[in-house]
């Protein structure tokens, strides 16, 4: 008996994934739980066990393909109630066209069906074969002219009930035939035919623009409707808005559409609308084109969507850190912290949960007809990882001690650039930081995580003069950056909690407050 396993959702909301790499090939043993396959979600690397016992009978997709959830990945055989030919006889491994069974062909209904053994012998499979005889159109003819085709011998046309033209005569020429009562039978005939051939040639003008022969008769394009702030968004996007599928009222295209173009938009090289791109084509030897997936596509797709729905708000701080550099150095030589690493991250951490739970509103999360505030803090921390940025979170960071955050923050680290990261642990956060100063950075202005209203980014810290009691003295100095979602945080609150993080990486010794 064949037992066919499904690509499961391994994350709350996640629609695909990445076969990175099989544990196990056709033909061997496997035991439940034993590890079959290691794929890449959109949130991290995760190893499937087996959820049945037996002999692997075939591996259904490849390494590096992008499958949905719930498509089958892996056929595996029980060995009880096999069929002779070795497979489940309710699994195939390929799908019929049409809906068809392999083998069988097509039938009009009440059509006989061939009973002979060889008959489905030497059959095209579905789908192929020579084409149906196009649809021939019966030729038009003139009133009073003989259908050559339709006609009896010695049948014309005049006749009523056999002639091809007949009906059309009497819809064309009807008012002629009132005109011939009347003594005007030649000049009713003569303008009827004038009026038919007019009709011809109308129509066949018609048809060449439809078909779209000779560039010159082209027929311009419809304007795309969008409104002003619609137009303004896709100028800056640098995207056609003829090229977006419009779904809003009366053909309009909304921002939603323009979202859903640019986070599918460019993956196959050109806009959705078909037209090639302008700029120069260079040589396939001097370009490498990397696919779109996992990490780096889930991040594109949230960051376009975090950008042009949250509105953006910054604030910046220059900030004396020296007195944090000095109490990370004692917390260095502190028998309490051996074994854990120290930076002044930590502080600067211990310096946002303070900060917010003094202006817990920059805690919360904008939902459309409400603002949810929440009591608890899920510290997201931006790690960059070689599969791109991951954002995992520290769950109730409020409730941790010094030394617990620190462990907390290491460990985090430590398992994102290992590729570690579980989905849940990525799922749920409330305010993140990103620690740009490791790599440099003085300052920049980070795009909040989706579903958050606030992000700080610390700067690097060095050393500058700074005026401290009217003396020119060396300090070491950061820059702090904040972005807010400015529909759940005002500028003032904003600024308050900016100023708030801003005291404590001045003066640690206000956590002991």
């Not at 623009?209 to 969008?226: D, I």
């Amino acid at each position: 008996m064949s037992q066919v396993f499904m690509l499961p959702d391994v994350g709350e909301g996640l629609t695909e994934a990445d076969i990175l790499a099989w544990k196990v090939s056709k033909g061997d043993t496997v035991s439940v739980n034993q590890v079959l396959v290691e794929i890449e979600t959109a949130k991290s690397v995760v190893e499937l066990p087996s959820p049945y016992e037996g002999t692997v009978q075939e591996l259904l997709v490849q390494e590096g393909d992008t499958v949905d959830v719930g498509t089958p990945i892996i056929a595996v055989s029980s060995g009880e109630d096999e069929p002779a030919g070795g497979t489940d006889p309710g699994y195939t491994g390929t799908v019929p066209q049409n809906g068809l069974a392999a083998g069988s062909s097509p039938e009009a209904p009440g059509a006989p069906q061939e009973t002979s053994a060889d008959s489905s012998e030497g059959q095209p499979l579905v789908g192929s074969g020579p084409k149906a005889d196009p649809v021939r159109r019966r030729r038009r003819t003139r009133a009073g002219a003989p259908a050559a085709e339709d006609a009896a011998p010695g049948q014309t046309a005049s006749t009523p009930a056999e002639a091809h033209a007949g009906d059309e005569a009497e819809h064309r020429h009807g008012w002629a035939g009132k005109l011939s009562r009347t003594g005007l039978g030649g000049a009713a005939v003569d303008l009827a035919e004038r009026a038919g051939r007019i009709r011809e040639r109308g129509g066949s003008l018609l048809r060449t623009l439809e078909e779209g022969v000779g560039e010159q008769t082209a027929v311009p394009r419809r304007p795309t409707l969008a409104k002003p702030p619609v137009r303004k968004a896709a100028k800056e996007m640098g995207i056609d808005l003829a090229d977006v599928r419009a779904t809003g009222d009366g053909g309009h295209v909304t921002k939603r559409d323009l979202l859903a173009h640019a986070s599918g938009a460019g993956a196959a090289g050109q806009p959705s609308g078909g037209r090639a791109s302008a700029g120069p084509q260079v040589s396939d030897e001097r370009v490498e084109r990397l696919k779109v997936k996992g990490v780096r596509k889930a991040t594109a797709q949230n960051m376009v969507k975090s950008a042009f729905t949250a509105p953006h708000v910054s604030i910046f701080v220059e900030v004396d850190a020296t007195r944090t550099m000095e109490f990370v150095k004692r917390l260095k030589q502190s028998p309490r912290m051996e074994g854990i690493k120290i930076s002044p991250l930590l502080i600067v951490a211990k310096a946002v949960i303070w900060a917010a739970e003094r202006n817990p509103d920059v805690n919360a999360t904008w939902a459309d007809t409400e603002i949810v505030v929440k009591r608890f803090m899920n510290l997201g921390i931006a790690a960059a990882t070689p599969r791109g940025l991951l954002v995992p979170n520290i769950k109730d960071a409020q409730d941790l001690s010094l030394r617990e955050l620190a462990g907390a923050l290491q460990e985090l680290t430590q398992t994102a650039r290992a590729g570690r990261t579980q989905p849940a642990d990525m799922q749920g956060g409330t305010l993140s930081i990103t620690n740009i100063g490791v790599l440099g950075a003085d300052t920049g202005t980070p795009i909040i995580n989706p579903g958050e209203s606030a992000i700080v980014a610390f700067g690097a810290i060095k050393q500058k003069p700074w005026v401290v009691d009217g003396e020119v003295v060396p300090r070491w100095i950061t820059t702090l950056s904040g972005s807010f979602d400015h529909r759940v945080v005002d500028g003032e609150l904003a600024a308050r909690f900016m100023s708030d993080v801003a005291r404590i990486v001045e003066e640690p010794a206000l956590l002991l407050e």
